[in-house]
């Protein structure tokens, strides 16, 4: 390895010098490649301890066959990617290494070398991603457990509930509710209690991608399927195998899509754009939306044998405003959070900003106020994170949380109301100048917001300030 840059170490096992010589002179070309050449079993299985990234390895070799080697290096090192090679083509030798945990396995020739070499490339590339993998699944964080997602009130109660029995199966789940109710941790939170846990959870948002591309990003493409296709994709549901799939905004799923993943949810299995070749899919699949989809079917907008295939399993997700005291609880909670990561920052609240905080609706739910609370951190100068650092958190809210905090600091009676009624004019006259402000960029709009963007678009069309 050199601390510069990283290079793979690659290991040639060969007797035969000269076709070693060839061999190593090819990979040594590429400058990410580090070759050691052994001319025998014994040899390298002594070196085993400097941790090669992958093996090309002879099968017939004086002393220890290749299949013998084989052997000893998957008791070593069982994860490290081993290709065989071999001059001549034994299918039932080729059976037996691909049986013991071989890569691949290789016809010698010097045509061949340029095929060796990107089999090489391929295995380090397969190498390194399961590494990265596994790292990742050790490092998971323990806040997908039911006790992390905070909220003590009895919704949430009743989703802990719904989240737990749903862990214990693979049925197709709906999490439905408002924007910022926290649909795809409750996702994760059921794909990391599952017996899935260790297979991938893949997250499409169904909102985000364009429509063109709706498709091979679902199902992925053949090479030559369609202009700009120069190589196979494995799409999304192939990436998910044996493990998650989320499908976020299914609400905004094209129609012309809706018939094909219909189609996976009935037989799990796909074909990619181009392709000929039906491929199974062992696939878990958990969809998210904030939409009614029984309104939106019953204006054609969403598919009925869809929806009800969807709904074998709905999770409701309240709004924050409905959760009682669960947002001191959140509030506190993302206060720690913060601090975290910015350890100088207030302590506490003080106690009008607790007012403000348990009054206000939080119409953006629980994703506005873990933004409002870290940018308190920042903003805030004292010792206590005050109702006027809340207002300050965002520049383009201030007349929202101004028109809140009048109703947070009103008294429970008429004039709440009176002040209340305005809130969505104030929204619309928020949206329209964090847009302008920004250049009419959505991204930078929806971040200046501290919202999503699909959120973004769905306000800009409701506002009629974008078309479609």
Known sequence: MEARSKRYRVFVVDDDR????????????????????FHGGEAVLEQLDQMPDAILLDIMMPGMSGIEVLQHIKQVLPDVPVIMVSAQGALDVAIEAMKLGAYDYLVKGQDELVKIETTIKNAIQTYALQNEVQRLREAIPQHYRFEEIVGESEPMQQVFRLIEKAARSDITVLIHGESGTGKELVARAIHYNSARRHEPFVVVNCAAIPRELVESEFFGHEKGAFTGAYTRKIGKFEQAHRGTIFLDEIGEMDPSLQVKLLRVLQNREIQRVGGQETIHVDVRIIAATNRNLREAMQKGEFREDLYYRLFSFPIYLPPLRERGQDVLLLAQHFLKQALRAHPGGP????????????????????????????????????????????????????????????????????????EIVPLEELKRQAVIQAFEACGRNVDRAAVQLGIGRATMYRLLKKYRLLSG
């Open 18 to 37: 000269h076709y070693a010589r060839l061999v190593s002179y090819r990979l040594s070309q590429n400058p990410e490649l580090e070759v050691q050449v």
């Open 347 to 418: 302590k506490k609240f003080s106690r009008e900003a607790l007012q403000a905080i348990a009054r206000y609706p939080w119409p953006g739910n629980v994703r506005e106020l873990k933004n409002a609370v870290e940018r308190a951190v920042l903003i805030a100068e004292g010792p206590e994170i005050t109702v006027e650092d809340l207002l300050l958190e965002n520049p383009q809210l201030t007349a929202v949380s101004s028109a809140a905090v009048r109703e947070a600091v009103a008294p429970a009676s008429g004039s709440v109301v009176r």
